[in-house]
């Protein structure tokens, strides 16, 4: 057996992560049920996907929060989970966009304009509030770019109803719709990899022989 006078410290949360994810819990819940009544009035794809979006970080939200005091195997577990999910998002507003492009009916770019505008300052706060903890583990790596990649895709509904309203058309919706689901895609990936290596880094440390104090 390896002789150490002490033994490896593991990898714990960081201090305010379980607060900081109740909050993004609830901001995200909200505006799940704020877009989803919009995208439905608006008839707007890109809403609907941010709303979905809302829908799906509120689970990785709760996925998170239950692994929280576990050890980095099950929370790289957890990470892995949700880049997968966050990669099936994308490929499903991708898929959403396709079909409504053959109806080619405009949404309502106030409605759109008005809900994103809301969207991006609730999503602004929870970015601020989970900065601190973008460099952590996988788990609290995931939690960070599903809030930055919501906060850029209000942005992006924001333009797509300018878009909307300007030109009469579609297709400034679907574009930003296809963009959001690209981006979660190369996130979900993104995730995915990260996951790995913390799952290979603990089941490597999980595999490594006891070490016994030195007697001095």
């Not at 499903?92 to 949404?107: D, F, K």
């Not at 297709?171 to 690209?182: Q, R």
Request: with cysteine.
């Amino acid at each position: 057996m390896a002789c150490s006078c002490s033994a490896p410290e593991p990898k714990f949360p960081a201090p305010g992560f379980r607060k900081a994810l109740w909050i993004a819990l609830w901001v995200n819940l909200a505006m799940f049920l704020v877009e989803g009544v919009a995208s439905i009035q608006s008839g707007s794809v890109s809403l609907m996907a941010d709303a979905i979006d809302f829908f799906g970080d509120s689970a990785n939200y709760v996925l998170s929060l239950s692994v929280l005091s576990m050890g980095m195997l099950w929370r790289g577990r957890a990470a892995m989970v949700k880049g997968l999910t966050m990669t099936v998002f994308g490929f499903i507003v991708w898929g959403r966009a396709l079909w409504v492009m053959q109806s080619g009916v405009a949404p309502e770019p106030l409605t759109m304009g008005a809900i994103g505008m809301l969207a991006l300052v609730a999503n602004v706060v929870v970015a601020v509030i989970l900065f601190q903890f973008r460099e952590g583990d996988s788990d609290m790596r995931s939690v960070w770019l599903c809030s930055r990649n919501d906060a850029i895709g209000n942005l992006a509904v924001m333009g797509a109803a300018l878009g909307v309203f300007g030109t009469g058309s579609a297709w400034p919706d679907l574009i930003v719709a296809a963009i959001m689901g690209t981006l979660a895609i190369t996130a979900g990936i993104s995730v995915v990899r990260h996951a790995r290596v913390d799952i290979d880094g603990a089941r490597a440390s999980a595999a490594q022989p006891a070490e016994v104090p030195c007697n001095n």
